[in-house]
């Protein structure tokens, strides 16, 4: 009995493990510190960008410039009626943990995309005032699922200001 059980666990979590019916998990970019972590949605890479998409080498952003924080290979949405609802909240606060943005959803108006419009998901911070030159802030971004609120994908990184 005992073995049968078990068996059956085993199989259980096979299936749930092959199917993508779950997924979990952490990535750290070491070039600009960029420290990620997912649960219900599985991807392939999460990099931050300067505004032409070239990969940052580093945590400095030059004020007045944009940079972005991207997510490739995103899936595992719920969809409803064959479309999927991404979600992004953008955080960014000041060294003393002072908010100088707060956007609950930078996907707000967005109407519903076919999965395969959704699988790259960007975030763009710009940078300029209230920020100071040499400065450091944490930027936090949390990618959501409308239809599934657990699935999220959250990005955290300090970047300086020059």
Do not use: W
Not at 62 to 84: A, C, H, I, R, W
Request: hydrophobic share 35%; with cysteine; glycine share 8%.
């Amino acid at each position: 009995m005992k073995q049968s059980t078990l068996l059956l666990f085993a199989a259980i979590l096979l299936f749930y493990g092959c199917s993508g019916g779950f997924s979990k998990g952490s990535k750290k970019d070491f070039t600009t510190g960029l420290a990620t972590s997912y649960n219900g949605f599985s991807i392939e890479d999460v990099y931050m960008t300067d505004s032409a998409g070239n990969r940052l080498q580093n945590n400095q952003v030059t004020l007045g410039t944009s940079f972005m924080v991207e997510v490739t290979g995103v899936k595992n949405y719920q969809e409803k009626d064959g479309k999927v609802y991404p979600g992004c909240q953008i955080i960014l606060t000041d060294k003393n943990k002072k908010e100088l943005l707060n956007l609950p959803d930078a996907f707000a108006d967005q109407q519903g995309l076919a999965p395969s419009e959704a699988t790259t998901l960007k975030a763009t911070l710009n940078t300029g005032s209230p920020m100071i030159a040499g400065e450091a802030y944490t930027v936090y971004i949390r990618f959501f699922d409308k239809q599934k609120k657990e699935n999220e994908i959250i990005s955290t990184a300090e970047i300086i200001a020059r």
